[in-house]
């Protein structure tokens, strides 16, 4: 990492960058270039140099990072500080991205801000957005060569244009791009988008190009950003290998959109829950999404952790397979005595001050149902999180016990 970083900013001050900061962990990076400022998690190019298979790819990762992510939108002539609306009109398009994604980076700019609490509500967010269906949002994205910026609110108002007005026309520009090989079937009963443009799967928000599939009942997933897979829900090998394909696709890639299927109903998606023989699949590609939305959410929370002395533990949400099975499921430990952001997870352990070594382990439902009252909600916070500081009593305990799992 620390030759990655001589490198990061060998690079930056050839490009005239000045005042560069970097941190080794988290992996980040600040300078000023054209007068303005830039702060960079480098968390993403970090993992993608290690899956990148020899030198030259590994180049080529660092390079397209550089120039894409850190330098283009800092460059003078860059679409996004043009003033005038009609001329970024037309390189307007929509971004499907998650709740969890818009709050994390949310978070980490309130971090780089030395804010005490991060800023996630749509009047003041710096990147509005429009609600889809259960986690996933729609944002506006300024289409480059190399790159896509988004668009915040301090550049619609500088362009006197609200965001809906603005979100219509790149809905209209995302209907005009070329068709080039459209649906194509890569295996029986799975299709994938394959306009070859990086906006795959922003066309769910074009449900009757979905329906051009030939698909009567789409069941969609868009494991990555340039990924839109399209199954039926009627066709159980068809959404097996959809399942199968994301779950290759999640171990080769590490940056990741989401892997939450939604189902198309008419116009209208809503979330997919899949046939009884295929939900431990579907349901351990949720589970390993969630768990590392947590991560990157308890590494940013605990940033502040020196700051304030009182700040709560940030609990983990872990993973576990089961033996003789291939089913994961996530955990997270409410301790005895220790103020916890809990994460929620599939299972919760119970922790006990008189019993370290037996903890019971219930479902989310379980424990909510029977130590709900304890549960505090926190603002802000997407994963979200309930702050526990008291430990269920005795009466309490022996409950969660009765329909402990493990």
Not at 72 to 80: G, I, K, T
Not at 355 to 380: E, K, L, T
Request: proline letters at 6%.
């Amino acid at each position: 990492m620390a030759d990655v970083l001589k490198r990061l900013v060998r690079r930056l001050d050839d490009a005239g960058a000045t005042a560069i900061t970097v941190n080794e962990d988290p992996p980040q990076v600040r300078f000023t270039l054209n007068g303005g400022q830039m702060h960079s998690n480098l968390t993403h190019l970090m993992r993608d140099l290690l899956r990148a298979n020899g030198r030259r790819a590994r180049e080529v990762e660092f390079d397209r990072y550089l120039e894409g992510t850190i330098l283009r939108p800092m460059s003078a002539d860059a679409p996004e500080h043009s003033e005038d609306y009609a001329s970024v009109r037309a390189h307007l398009l929509p971004l499907l991205r998650t709740r969890a994604d818009m709050a994390i980076s949310a978070l980490d700019l309130a971090n780089a801000a030395g804010q005490v609490q991060p800023v996630l509500t749509r009047a003041s967010n710096e990147t509005p957005f429009r609600h889809i269906v259960g986690d996933y949002v729609a944002i506006l994205g300024l289409d480059a060569p190399e790159s896509t910026a988004r668009v915040g609110q301090g550049m619609l108002d500088k362009w006197g244009v609200s965001f809906d007005t603005a979100f219509d026309d790149a809905l209209d520009n995302l209907r005009g791009l070329p068709e080039d090989l459209g649906w194509q079937q890569i295996a029986p009963g799975l299709w994938q988008g394959a306009w070859n443009d990086s906006y795959e799967p922003s066309r769910l928000l074009l449900p009757d190009l979905i329906y051009r599939s030939g698909v009567a009942h789409p069941v969609a997933m868009v494991p990555l950003r340039h990924v839109l897979l399209v199954a039926d829900e009627n066709d159980i090998a068809g959404l097996a290998l959809m399942a199968a394909m994301c779950k290759q696709l999640r171990q080769e890639h590490s940056r990741w959109l989401s892997f939450r299927p939604l189902r198309l109903v008419e116009r209208t998606w809503l979330p997919f829950e899949a046939p009884e023989p295929l939900r431990q699949m579907f349901q351990e590609l949720i589970s390993v999404e969630d768990s590392e939305d947590y991560s990157a959410q308890k590494r940013l929370l605990e940033q502040r952790g020196p700051q304030d002395a009182s700040a709560p533990f940030v609990g983990s949400a872990q993973l576990v397979q089961f033996k003789d099975s291939e089913r994961v499921v996530s955990y997270s430990v409410w301790s005895d005595g220790v103020d916890t952001l809990l994460p929620h997870t599939d299972l919760v352990a119970f922790a006990s001050l008189d019993q370290p070594d037996q903890s019971m382990i219930v479902s989310w439902a379980d424990a909510v149902r029977i130590a709900g009252h304890y549960m505090q909600p926190v603002d802000g916070l997407h994963p979200p999180r309930m702050r526990v500081n008291i430990f269920p009593n005795a009466d309490e305990q022996a409950q969660l016990n009765a329909v402990k799992v493990l």
